[in-house]
């Protein structure tokens, strides 16, 4: 049977459960005198009933799925005969993907050796007895379950506080999520990663100028050595975020104080969500509009000038870039900008400055951690930025502080470096680990810091 | 005395200067909006520019006939006999008849190329709906091929591109167009169809559906979980230790950036769990995970705008902590999070960089029809189809971009309707 239909057999008892377990109670109640005589509401019995018939059979459920395969694949690899045993992981793999495509009757049988053809067979029942075996276990405990949450109900049994403590468990775990999303993210770029700081020292990766993600097919090819010096991809992040920067910073803060300061009620009902429709916009979108219609006329526009700027320029990833931040700047600015108490407007219009003074000389001030705070976001997510740079930037990565050149990102080489064939031992594939790791470090430390002033700002106003 | 005269000619001298600086400043501020909302009228006027021709496609009329020595299938349902039989010479054939004076290898070549290479299959489709047409002769509009497509619209709007059209096929366009044997046709084909090398038989039909799947599961993951996450938060947690360190997981997660989700989604469902790669089930799980803060973020704002006299009336008559909760805290922010749940919704669906990293950007034919069915979703293809090198791709990237951004105005629309509508101000 499959897991889907094992699921919703266990809801469905679950299901019974509430209504028997609702049902007995309403039963006892009866003789008693209605369900005041009760310590709980009938469904609170019935929830009991319901979670005792199907918590443990999910838990159990979950717990086979992850060992199940391989489990068998372990058991089935025990038996087959010596002359085909795998001796490393590579052929270990090998093999079970040929056992399990001959058992699935994806690879004719036709040709094969006895073994194999013995060993799918052997999967086969092994397979066949691990589905039975599940349904069986599962409809026993939730059965157990089911009787033991049914026969536990009397008028005195206090069911609410039970049913209470397990739903806040529940939640809990919900809450958790987080941590544990955090964890994995960690565990799994970090693991990754000191496995490619085994091959490549650590020393090199981070201070080594030239970039060229290549492994050896031969060990006697030329420039077989492939280098992961990541300075190159460093330097061509910053330049696209620092053009970003400088395309968003100024608009965005200056259109917040205009909306904020200025603007009449109609214009900010109208400005303000459409200037934010550009943060709804998808990346791929930017990216498309980067590369076939910005990088074009930037090329074009600079031949007319007597430049060569390169198709695949900083300038045209980091500038669509930059609008895409824009709202992003605008409505944090926004927000700390109203936050700044009106008295202190009221006292620089009041000694005779204009408009103007009291916004550069007090509110700007005032909110000027916030800002700076909302900026360092605005940063971490031009530095994390992906699709953009994707479609716009350049590939080869070069040492360059020219925006008219073409650069390549972090980002953009995690992406070449992991979609495509691959192998996982790799330290071509494992290099985007590494840079993983880097990319989560430096936008981790961005936020956090970013976070801590925004807050701390908030604080001192509220 | 005449120091602080000095002082009032000082600050009248000053004014005018001070008059203009603050005049600049308000110009400053102007020109911001107006770059701001300047960009947004320009990408779309582009993307719309670009694709508005996607809708309208090129088909050529050609006298079919459906002559079964030449296909070689006499029996219509047998599926052998189908698979082997010579479809594409339906196509050339008619061709042959519509121009009987070609002749040469080189010649011919360019004639066959002004209909798309999968005209054929569609003669085959149509044979099989109308099995009596076997041995019968029809006129039928047949797809053209792409480089066509492109030549004639962008001919028909008088900005004319023949980069990639021979001498003798631009002289027999023109003879069909006298004839009235080409013509623009609505593209079914983009919305019925999944991916293709040949643009004009490439629909975003798959995409679509991938899309739907990996959505569904998200909303079906995504939305329980945070709102359990932040009801814990807002109404049970204690202070403590521990709850800081969950709410500070969250804004990070919130703003770590979308292609490091799709490193977990590698490292873990595919190298450790062994889930299968490019199918919506990862997809689905590494957008949850990627759209869990946005949700409990915005639900905990809706649960926080429920005013505490509810909850100490509802207290007072006796209710539990739960009940108050479930009775009368939830319903009320339920709006609310509804709003959230859409905003994060719309959110996934424009992601793709996570999904390029569990293999969502393998190029699919097949229609995805269930949730381990190999499938790619809209944003992907709009990468895959931005980086083809056919011309008549730009075109069909920009339509599925102006489709993409129809669904997420629409879901938008949506989530500010919910909020006017539902909103309840205490």
């Known amino acids: 049977m499959q897991a889907t239909n094992i699921l919703i057999l266990i809801l469905g008892l679950g299901v019974l459960a509430f209504f028997l377990g609702r049902g007995r109670s309403l039963a006892l109640a009866k003789p008693l005198g209605g369900i005041r005589q009760l310590h709980s509401l009938p469904s609170y019995y019935g929830m009991h009933a319901a979670l005792w018939c199907a918590l443990p059979s999910l838990f159990l459920l979950c717990v086979w799925m992850l060992f199940d395969d391989s489990l068998i694949n372990r058991l089935v690899l025990d038996s087959v005969a010596a002359e085909i045993a795998p001796n490393d992981t590579a052929s270990y ?15 004719p049988r036709k040709g094969e050796s006895a073994a194999l053809v013995a060993a799918a067979d052997h999967l086969v029942s092994l397979r066949i007895i691990s589905s039975w075996s599940l349904t069986a276990v599962l409809l026993t405990l939730s059965s157990l379950g089911l009787l033991w949450g049914w026969s536990r109900i009397s008028a005195s049994f206090r069911a609410r506080p039970v049913v209470e403590k397990v739903m806040q468990n529940i939640l809990l775990g919900c809450a958790c999520l987080a941590i544990f999303t955090t964890l994995g993210i960690v565990l799994s770029v970090l693991f990754e990663s000191i496995q490619f700081f085994r091959s490549v020292p650590i020393f090199d990766f981070v201070f080594g100028l030239e970039w060229s993600p290549q492994t050896a097919i031969r060990e006697d090819q030329v420039g077989s050595s492939g280098s992961f010096g990541a300075v190159p991809l460093f330097v061509g992040t910053l330049l696209v975020s620092a053009v970003a920067m400088v395309v968003a910073v100024p608009v965005g803060l200056m259109s917040a104080i205009y909306l904020a300061e ?36 930037l090329r074009d526009l600079g031949a007319s000038f007597g430049l060569s700027v390169s198709s695949e320029s900083a300038l045209a990833a980091g500038g669509v870039m930059g609008v895409m931040i824009i ?7 926004d927000d700390v900008i109203t936050a700044v108490p009106q008295s202190m407007r009221d006292g620089s219009l009041a000694m005779g400055a204009t408009k103007s003074e009291t916004v550069r000389r007090v509110i700007i001030p005032a909110a000027l951690p916030g800002i700076v705070g909302g900026v360092m976001l605005a940063i971490s997510r031009a530095i994390g930025e992906t699709m953009i740079v994707v479609m716009a930037a350049g590939m080869a990565a070069k040492l360059t502080a020219n925006p008219l050149e073409s650069v390549t990102t972090v980002t953009v080489q995690i992406v070449t470096l992991l979609t495509g064939d691959q192998e996982f031992d790799s330290p071509k594939t494992l290099a985007a680990f590494a840079l993983g790791l880097m990319l989560f470090t430096v936008t981790l430390l961005l936020n956090i810091f970013a976070l801590h002033i925004v807050k701390k700002y908030r604080e001192q106003y509220d | ?16 200067r001070r008059n203009r600086a603050e005049k600049r400043f308000r110009w400053y501020g102007r020109t911001a909006i107006f770059i701001g909302l300047a960009a947004v009228l320009v990408l779309f006027t582009d993307i719309v520019n670009k694709g508005h021709g996607a809708f309208r496609i090129t088909y050529i009329e050609l006298e079919v006939t459906y002559d079964q020595d030449r296909i070689g299938v006499n029996n219509l349902t047998d599926p052998k006999e189908l698979t082997r039989g010579n479809w594409e010479a339906l196509s050339k054939t008619a061709l042959r008849t519509e121009f009987p004076a070609v002749s040469g ?47 004639y619209k962008s001919w028909l709007d008088g900005d004319t591109y023949s980069a990639r059209m021979s001498a003798k096929q631009l002289e027999w366009i023109d003879e069909l167009h006298q004839q009235g044997k080409i013509r623009l046709q609505f593209n079914s084909n983009l919305f019925t169809r999944g991916d293709s090398r040949e643009p004009e038989q490439a629909g975003i039909r798959g995409a679509v559906m991938g899309s739907l799947l990996t959505l569904i599961l998200t909303l079906l993951l995504s939305f329980p979980i945070g709102v359990s996450a932040a009801i814990y938060l807002e109404e049970f947690a204690p202070r403590n230790r521990w709850t800081d360190f969950i709410e500070v997981n969250i804004n990070n997660l919130a703003a770590v950036p979308s292609i490091i989700f799709g490193l977990l989604g590698l490292a873990i469902f595919i190298n450790f769990f062994h889930v299968p790669r490019s199918v919506p089930i990862v997809g689905g799980l590494v957008l949850t995970l990627m759209t869990l803060p946005t949700i409990i973020i915005t639900s905990r704002a809706a649960i926080k705008s429920v005013p505490p006299s509810i909850r100490e009336a509802a207290l007072g008559m006796g209710a539990s902590k739960y009940q108050t909760v479930l009775h009368h805290v939830l319903p009320l922010s339920l709006p609310g999070m509804l709003t959230g749940a859409i905003i994060g919704m719309a959110q996934a669906l424009g992601e793709s960089a996570p999904l390029l990293m569990i293999g969502m950007v393998a190029f699919i034919v097949d229609i995805p029809g269930g949730f381990s069915d190999p499938a790619t979703v809209l944003p992907v293809q709009i990468f895959l189809w931005a980086d083809s090198p056919e011309r008549a791709f730009i075109e069909k990237t920009s339509a599925a971009i102006m489709i993409l951004l129809s669904f997420l105005i629409v879901m938008n629309t949506v989530a500010v309707w919910l909020r006017k509508r539902l909103e309840r101000r205490w």
Do not use: C, Q
């Not at chain 2, 000095?6 to 000053?14: A, D, G, R, T, V």
């Not at chain 2, 489709?125 to 047949?142: A, F, H, I, M, S």
């Open chain 1, 93 to 107: 793999n090998l093999l079970i993907n040929k056992i399990s495509n001959l058992a699935d009757g994806i690879l």
């Open chain 1, 262 to 297: 200025y603007a009449s009620k109609t214009v900010r009902t109208y400005a303000k969500p459409a200037l934010e429709i550009l943060a709804g916009i998808p990346t791929v979108v930017y990216g498309f509009f980067a590369a076939l219609t910005v990088a074009p006329f």
């Open chain 1, 327 to 333: 709202p992003f700047i605008s409505s944090l600015a």
């Open chain 2, 1 to 16: 005395m005449t120091e602080s005269i000095n002082h009032l000619e000082k600050i009248k001298n000053s004014l005018s």
């Open chain 2, 105 to 151: 290898r080189s010649d011919k070549r360019e004639l066959y190329g002004l209909i798309s290479s999968g005209a054929g299959f569609d003669l085959k489709d149509r044979l099989l709906e109308n099995p009596r047409l076997l041995g019968e002769t029809e006129r039928v509009w047949l797809l053209a091929d792409d480089d066509i497509d492109t030549y």
